[in-house]
C-alpha cells in the first residue's frame, strides 16, 4: 500500500467526497452550524477551499490557491470547543467513506497540530 496519506484517502476524487461530507457535517452540526452559514463563501466554496486545501496537505499536487489557515480564520474567536466539534464532523466523513484506523488517526493529528493557527487567533 502507497505510503502517500493522499493515495490512502481515494485521492483527489476520494478526498473531494470526504471534504464535502464534512462541510455537510459542520452545517449540520448545531454547535457550529451558524458559522458555516454565515461565511462569506458559499457552501461550494467551502467544499471546495477545504478539498484542495486536504489534497496539498495529505501529500497530493499543489492546488490549494486559498489563504493560509490564520489568514483565514483571524478575528473569528474560535473556541477549543469549536475545535474539537469540526475534528468530530471530520471523523465523521471519515469514516462514512470507510477510511480506516491508522489513515484516521494521522488526518487527526495532521489536524490537530493545526490548533494554534485557528483557534482564539
Ligand atoms: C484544523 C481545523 C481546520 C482547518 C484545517 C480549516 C480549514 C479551512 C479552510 C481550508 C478554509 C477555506 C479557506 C479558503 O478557501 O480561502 C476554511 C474556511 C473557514 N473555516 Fe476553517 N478550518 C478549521 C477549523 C475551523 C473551525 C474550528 C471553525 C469554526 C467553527 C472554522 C470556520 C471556518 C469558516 C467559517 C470558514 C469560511 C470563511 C469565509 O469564507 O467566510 N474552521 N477553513
Given at each position: 500500500m502507497s505510503e502517500i496519506l493522499y493515495e490512502r484517502l481515494g485521492g483527489t476524487e476520494g478526498i473531494t467526497k470526504i471534504a464535502s461530507d464534512a462541510v455537510d457535517f459542520h452545517l449540520a452540526n448545531?454547535?457550529?452550524?451558524t458559522r458555516f452559514q454565515n461565511a462569506k463563501a458559499s457552501v461550494e466554496e467551502m467544499k471546495h477551499g477545504a478539498a484542495t486545501f486536504f489534497i496539498v496537505g495529505t501529500?497530493?499536487?499543489?492546488?490549494y490557491k486559498g489563504k493560509d489557515m490564520m489568514g483565514t480564520h483571524r478575528?473569528?474567536?474560535?473556541?477549543n470547543t469549536e475545535f474539537v466539534e469540526v475534528l468530530s464532523d471530520v471523523l465523521e466523513a471519515l469514516d462514512k467513506n470507510n477510511i480506516g484506523q491508522r489513515e484516521k488517526e494521522e488526518v487527526l493529528y495532521v489536524l490537530f497540530s493545526m490548533k494554534d493557527e485557528i483557534v482564539s487567533v
Open positions: 448545531p454547535r457550529i452550524a501529500g497530493g499536487p499543489s492546488v478575528g473569528m474567536n474560535i473556541s
